[in-house]
């Protein structure tokens, strides 16, 4: 397929889901390959679904940071549909990632969420909630998962945060009582379920919820019924990871650390994420003290580095 949108030439369909189209497209005079996500669908939905892009256009171009993806655009074709133009991201989406490999080593999966919660702190720092975050929203760009070198740059990038809504008054995070809340039930926090105002401790539910995910292979609450999985966010407590995941121990730092962001009270929960990253570095060490292996023992100075950590455990040296 070839088709023009303002000056860009689509060139493949990437992928689709309910609230667009994403493609790949080319700009002729930059020679450059970018990704661009099209709003599709018909009447007052339609307009809906438009309103939704020029919100996530304008969350993500607010923040400029490594773990985020990059915004080139926003435009409109001549009868009238609005696209976003981003860059075109190299890697696989954390979900299929998930749905292939099952759980993840620990020091995998805490080093995606880590990287995960630091792009959220650029969101929050410009007082926007993003309100979506689940792995279908995290796209792997680096590191042994996906079979690239480990170095010194990101491993993975958010994006598709169409749900995101700006929460900031007079210069500081403040609920939002006004705005039907979007998302996907599996990771919805429970006042968002609720339809309450929500702030930075919303995401860090989510981002429990894919900590979770990511360690046991599966979310913590699982339903056919997308009731009864709203249902178990008010008031069933998750399942510990001690009785998940081989060799977690009861009230190790890990286990205490997903129980707490999964707290149906947010006043429970980490209070931002700036906490929460400290939380899981103290949680990482505490594993990697209990579950080196002698060939970790010997590489003890290099796992001071995530991503020393990281390359053990892929290498089999750490659970």
């Known amino acids: 397929m070839e088709r023009q949108v303002g000056p860009y030439r689509?060139?493949?369909?990437l992928a689709a889901g309910g609230m667009g189209e994403v493609y790949v497209g080319y700009h002729e005079h930059l020679r450059r390959h970018v990704a661009i996500k099209v709003a599709r669908g018909s009447g007052s939905g339609f307009e809906f679904l438009q309103a939704q892009l020029a919100q996530?256009?304008?969350?993500?171009?607010a923040v400029s940071h490594p773990?985020?993806?990059?915004?080139?655009d926003l435009g409109q074709t001549e009868d009238g549909v609005w696209y976003l133009v981003m860059e075109l991201l190299e890697g696989?989406?954390?979900?299929?990632?998930?749905?292939?490999?099952?759980?993840l080593p620990v020091p995998v999966a805490a080093q995606i969420a880590r990287q995960v919660a630091e792009g959220l702190t650029a969101f929050h720092a410009e007082g926007i909630v993003c309100a979506d975050v689940k792995p279908d929203n995290v796209v792997v760009v680096g590191g042994p998962l996906v079979g690239l070198p480990l170095v010194e740059r990101p491993w993975v990038k958010l994006?598709?945060?169409?749900?995101?809504?700006?929460?900031?008054?007079?210069?500081?995070?403040a609920k939002d009582t006004h705005?039907?809340?979007?998302?996907?039930?599996w990771y919805m926090s429970p006042e968002a379920v609720l339809g309450l105002g929500l702030d930075e401790r919303a995401d860090v539910y989510s981002l429990g919820v894919m900590l979770h995910e990511m360690l046991v292979g599966r979310v913590p609450f699982l339903d056919d019924n997308d009731t009864a999985i709203l249902n178990m966010h008010l008031w069933q407590k998750p399942r510990s990871l001690a009785g998940a995941l081989p060799g977690m121990e009861v009230g190790c730092q890990l286990d205490r650390l997903c129980r707490s962001c999964l707290s149906k009270s947010p006043a429970e929960r980490p209070s931002s994420m700036y906490e929460l990253i400290d939380l899981l570095d103290d949680a990482l060490d505490e594993w990697a003290r209990a579950h080196s292996s002698e060939r970790a023992q010997e590489a003890r100075p290099r796992l001071?580095?995530?991503?020393?950590?990281?390359?053990?455990?892929?290498?089999?040296g750490m659970p």
């Open 56 to 61: 996530e256009a304008r969350a993500l171009a």
């Open 67 to 72: 773990n985020v993806v990059t915004v080139y």
């Open 10 to 13: 689509l060139l493949s369909r």
């Open 304 to 316: 001071n580095h995530p991503a020393s950590r990281v390359w053990l455990a892929m290498e089999g």
């Open 179 to 185: 705005k039907p809340v979007l998302g996907t039930s």
């Open 159 to 173: 994006l598709d945060l169409g749900a995101a809504r700006s929460v900031r008054v007079e210069g500081h995070m």
């Open 92 to 103: 696989k989406g954390l979900h299929h990632i998930i749905d292939s490999r099952g759980a």
